[in-house]
């Protein structure tokens, strides 16, 4: 007797799946809707963050909105960054050296000439360190190598303002001791207490690879004003700016002119990178909340969504307002029926020759334009901002979605075994009474 179990099999198949696919394209739809908006919200997370930071630039030291820049007469000799505060004018700058970190060698070292008695000492802007060569040997060899001494010594300098190093020339040991930062407040003295040999001769006379200086330029010419740093960076010399020299003046050569000036150009890409920044993201909320056509196409994840109703409400409120009788309008910056930002150049460079401080007021000061656009923000985005909380609750309604999948897939299988079982009971039974039918034939 032959039963045909595929057909059973197929017609289980059938019934079970008629018996779960409407909830299953239920469910489905509502996964992929689930999906959608975590990933919009996600996307529009990611554009406000981004907008955030766009936006903190322009009230930082070093790119704030009001540009200016330093023009200099000879290249090579100085750096600058220029701030918003910055004073124009020109400026007369005679390097007279620049400044260098200590750095000196104990020369001559050897296995047998560095000793296993005594107490080296090394002295910095107040601070002493000390090192009992009876502890540097770590072999057992019963000596002290210069690798060891190094060592001991790297150790014993640790989180100090010195840094050690081994040299090998023709054939000979040189331990190198560097002061990490430059100045004569910075030179290392060393002593040595109960020692004696090369090591000693070393320490009283350590060869000065580099010397502890201070930079020295004179405001106003070779004759002028002395100024002093440990460093070859001077800031507020000029209100706003920050000068880096490298490169000394010999004597007789003409003195470096710096000349602080206004960045218009500069100063107008900045304005546009702002307006750019805000357009950007007023472009995410078109693309997220989108309406689409009649039939539905087209439509976005967050298609009539409060929030970025609320965001995009809140911005524009800041945008439209004034600060310390101030606003964007009066530099240029106006909105247009889409509610895109624009620029009139024009009058940008009309109100910055007139007024050029009171933009990087608008913009930078507490309390107005940019702190209150991130104060708008601060609800919506971090850790605990709203934008989380509901990305948080949709993973959990995806994460149920996974549940009502695993609930169906049960459902189906149950279907799937009594239809099965039926099917298989009823060709066995149409088997049987074909062959009973067989025997009257």
């Not at 047998?112 to 000492?121: E, P, R, W, Y």
């Not at 081994?166 to 930062?181: C, P, T």
């Amino acid at each position: 007797m032959n039963i045909d179990t595929e057909y059973a099999r197929r017609q289980a198949t059938q019934l079970a799946t008629f018996e779960v696919q409407a909830a299953r394209a239920r469910a489905n739809r509502s996964q992929q809707a689930y999906r959608a908006q975590g990933d919009a919200l996600a996307n529009l997370d990611k554009a406000l963050r981004t907008f955030s930071t766009a936006i903190r630039e322009f009230k930082s030291e070093t790119r704030p909105i009001l540009a200016n820049e330093a023009v200099f007469s000879q290249e090579g000799r100085a750096t600058a960054q220029v701030g918003a505060t910055a004073s124009t004018g020109r400026y007369s700058f005679f390097v007279e050296r620049l400044a260098s970190a200590h750095q000196v060698a104990l020369e001559g070292l050897t296995a047998d000439g560095i000793g296993t008695q005594g107490v080296l000492t090394l002295q910095q802007a107040g601070k002493s360190y000390s090192l009992d060569l009876a502890s540097v040997d770590r072999d057992g060899d019963g000596r002290n190598s210069p690798e060891e001494l190094q060592q001991a010594l790297s150790t014993t300098l640790a989180g100090s303002g010195i840094s050690t190093t081994l040299v090998r020339a023709d054939g000979k040991l040189s331990l190198v001791l560097s002061a990490r930062e430059s100045g004569a407040a910075q030179a290392i003295s060393l002593s040595l207490q109960g020692g004696s040999g090369p090591l000693a001769a070393a320490v009283a006379n350590p060869r000065t690879l580099a010397e502890a200086r201070d930079a020295q330029v004179r405001l106003g010419g070779e004759d002028g004003l002395l100024l002093t740093q440990p460093t070859n960076r001077f800031d507020g010399v000029v209100e706003g700016v920050s000068l880096t020299f490298t490169q000394a003046h010999r004597p007789g050569e003409s003195p470096l002119q710096v000349t602080v000036r206004r960045d218009e150009k500069g100063t107008r890409e900045r304005v546009q990178g702002f307006i750019d920044a805000f357009n950007t993201l007023l472009g995410s909320f078109d693309s997220l909340t989108a309406s689409g056509g009649s039939d539905g196409s087209g439509r976005g994840p967050l298609a009539g969504d409060a929030t970025v109703r609320s965001i995009e409400n809140r911005l524009n409120a800041v945008l439209r307002s004034g600060f310390g009788g101030r606003s964007l309008v009066e530099y240029g910056v106006s909105a247009d029926r889409n509610g895109k930002l624009t620029l009139d150049t024009k009058r940008l460079e009309k109100a910055l020759a007139e007024q050029p401080r009171e933009l990087d007021k608008l913009f930078r000061e507490p309390g107005r334009l940019v702190e209150s656009l991130e104060r708008s923000l601060t609800p919506y985005i971090g850790s605990t901002g709203q934008l989380k909380s509901r990305r948080d609750a949709i993973a959990s309604n995806i994460r149920r979605m996974d549940g009502v999948f695993e609930s169906l897939q049960r459902q189906y299988d149950t279907s799937y075994q009594r239809y099965l079982r039926q099917y298989t009971a009823m060709a066995q039974a149409l088997a049987s009474m074909q062959q009973t039918g067989g025997l009257f034939a």
